[in-house]
């Protein structure tokens, strides 16, 4: 597979609400960013792995596991109402001013998704080349069905959609999102033709509170279905 089509951007902020420093909480010995950096470099399809942070703890555990950090994200694109495309849209736009490299194609992979693998990655890029759509993300395998969901209302809950609108609704699981770059310079991350990649809940597992990193633990010493 060629390696110089894909370029991996790991958003990685040093602010966290819920659980403080996150990307550096340990999981099994290792900080929590360090299974994503692994898993972008072991992925045949990426050409660089590229961090951007605006903490310099957070830089320095990247540089130890491998990743490129080459900036200091800025102040202004740190924010906890930042928009992700935006971060994205500095790191490509980084690249192509300071060193006239760009790439066909970008994946986003967030810190806090450490069971997505390497397969993963180059299987998605695999379905997402060989198609014509212009982007990608990952879905949990198990759909939500219209039954399941529900809403509250007056104090209690009740269906939000009626029994007879039966289809599925995948979640997005947070762990995949991959596209043209060009999509980027319109500030979008995903296309008009978005693609699925369907990921089993035993890694679709999204790291926000302190009992997401233990279930992470439990799923990690009984080994990740690949």
Excluded: W
């Excluded at 990426?46 to 491998?66: M, Q």
């Excluded at 529900?150 to 995949?176: C, M, T, V, W």
């Amino acid at each position: 597979m060629s390696k110089d089509l894909l370029l991996a951007i790991i958003p990685a902020r040093g602010g966290s609400k819920r659980l403080p420093l996150k990307n550096l909480q340990l999981l099994a010995g290792k900080p929590l960013i360090c299974y994503t950096i692994e898993a972008a470099r072991q992925a045949q399809a990426v050409s660089r792995v590229l961090v951007s942070t605006d903490a310099a703890r957070i830089r320095e555990a990247s540089l130890a596991a491998g990743a490129e950090v080459p900036f200091l994200r800025p102040v202004e694109l740190a924010g906890d109402h930042t928009a992700m495309v935006d971060v994205i849209f500095h790191a490509v736009a980084y690249l192509a001013e300071k060193e006239n490299r760009t790439f066909p194609y970008f994946v986003v992979l967030q810190p806090t998704s450490p069971l997505r693998t390497a397969k993963d990655i180059d299987r998605a890029f695999a379905l997402l080349r060989d198609s014509p759509a212009d982007s990608l993300v990952s879905v949990s395998a198990r759909p939500l069905r219209s039954e399941e969901i529900y809403h509250r209302k007056g104090g209690f809950i009740e269906p939000f959609f009626s029994p007879a609108d039966r289809q599925g609704f995948f979640r997005l699981n947070g762990a995949l999102y991959m596209g043209k770059t060009s999509l980027i310079k319109e500030r979008r991350l995903l296309g008009d033709a978005v693609l699925a990649y369907p990921m089993p809940e035993s890694r679709s597992l999204d790291i926000d509170y302190p009992e997401d990193l233990e279930l992470a633990r439990i799923l990690l010493k009984g080994g990740i279905n690949q």
